[in-house]
């Protein structure tokens, strides 16, 4: 599905990356975008090459009223969103004796509770007016946890947890909720923590882990004509993953999960005060 009618998007994270990528896919079409950074200079270029099609709002996700600000300065520019997406984003790379609970606390701020801000903002209109988008951008570490990414996958997996409780809470007013889950994707995220010798052999499990599943780095052109198919699809899907051969990591994980409980049952009869069959 595609539509003639220009829509309002509103992206954090949107001067790198695959943010400043989606925005230009929706701007070369001409849809209107409230573009955040935390350096509004860094949207520059956005706004020279689309002219007033394009809002630049500095904004640290991390903060709750600013959040509720720059949304609301977006609504009376644009007369309404209709599309937000859940883009900053922050990754600790190190096992979890290594991130330091400071390290931890941010990255949760701005993955979590910045996606949490934002969403929170643009609810209320969305709901008056019986329609609207919200994109979360996940993580296939949203749906799976690897050595030395522990602290990451945490606020994925928070955000995920989130996103599909709203889901369930606001179909009822025509708004529509996807996670969307990029697999290897150039980024400036990462941010290592120190590495202790005595976790060499968890970064080495975690590279092993992805030897042969025929992952590799996929194309931010790309995902940006798949941002703009999930935006125009009338029933987008809760969880979508954005590169190719992910299901090779994940099927084999969430048969584990199910054989592990299926073989540990009898404890949880046990809990329950029901005799082992």
Known sequence: ?????????????????????????????????????????????????????????????????????????????FDGIDILVNNAGLAVMGAIEEVSAAQARVQMEVNYFGALYTTQAVLPRMRERRS??????????????????????????ALEAMSQALAAEVSEYGVHVTLIEPLTFPSELGTPAPQMPEYDHARKALIEGFEGTGIAPGDPAAAAQAMLAVADDPNPPLRVLFGANGLNLLRPEYARRIAVWDEWDHLARLAQGISPA
């Open 132 to 157: 609207g988008r919200i994109i979360q951008i996940s993580s296939m570490g949203g749906v799976i946890a690897t050595p030395v990414l522990g602290t990451y996958h945490a606020t994925k997996w």
């Open 1 to 77: 599905m595609t539509t003639n009618t220009p829509r309002t998007w509103f992206i954090t994270g949107a001067s790198r990356g695959l943010g400043v990528r989606w925005a230009q896919a929706a701007l070369s079409r001409g849809d209107r975008v409230a573009a955040t950074a935390r350096s509004v200079d860094a949207l520059g270029p956005l706004v020279e090459s689309y002219g007033d099609l394009v809002l630049p709002l500095e904004l640290d996700v991390t903060d709750e009223a600013a959040a509720h600000q720059a949304v609301e300065t977006a609504e009376d520019q």
